[in-house]
């Protein structure tokens, strides 16, 4: 499965606390199809994870688990449910046509030695002896992206869906 977070792939599924959720859709013989985590604090539901293994895709399934979701989310009386998700077309295009509305943005800097030497040191303003940055992973305001794009390789713009569930 593939996600526009190519670069925070956890090598375990975390825990998802109650009253938070996680869903699996499964084949016969227990193949992973699709699944979906969601947290919930207070008044707002978030999903942390939708996923659709590329054999499954296309065929309705992460819309089944959305609905599924939903249902889950509403019954527990939080109102809004909602995903954090960056720039790529496909995602964007599934978010939409699912009802959710884009209401936030800002961006993810990456910068990275391996890309160019001196991103790190751009990126930090004091170096601490004995301490060499290699990789460093920024938030910044979407005013910045122009010169955020002119200065590191990476940028990625983060976007919120939401929908009201209630």
């Not at 460093?136 to 940028?155: D, G």
């Given at each position: ?161 939401a929908m009201d569930?209630?």
């Amino acid at each position: 499965m593939n996600t526009p977070y190519f670069d925070n792939v956890l090598t375990s599924k975390p825990e998802v606390p109650a009253p938070g959720f996680a869903l699996v859709a499964a084949a016969e013989l227990g193949a992973v199809k699709g699944i979906i985590d969601v947290t919930v604090d207070d008044e707002l539901a978030t999903i942390d994870t939708v996923a659709v293994h590329p054999d499954y895709q296309h065929q309705g399934l992460g819309r089944a688990l959305l609905t599924e979701a939903r249902a889950r989310v509403s019954a527990l009386g939080v109102p809004t449910l909602d995903a954090w998700t960056r720039d790529d077309p496909a995602t964007l295009s599934w978010y939409r046509a699912m009802g959710f509305t884009e209401s936030q943005h800002y961006l993810h800097v990456y910068a990275n030695y391996y890309a160019d030497v001196s991103e790190p040191d751009r990126a930090i303003s004091e170096r601490r002896v004995g301490l060499r940055p290699m990789t460093a992973f920024l938030h910044a305001s979407l005013e910045n992206e122009q010169p955020m794009r002119e200065q590191f390789a990476r940028v990625h713009v983060c976007r919120r869906f939401a929908m009201d569930v209630l």
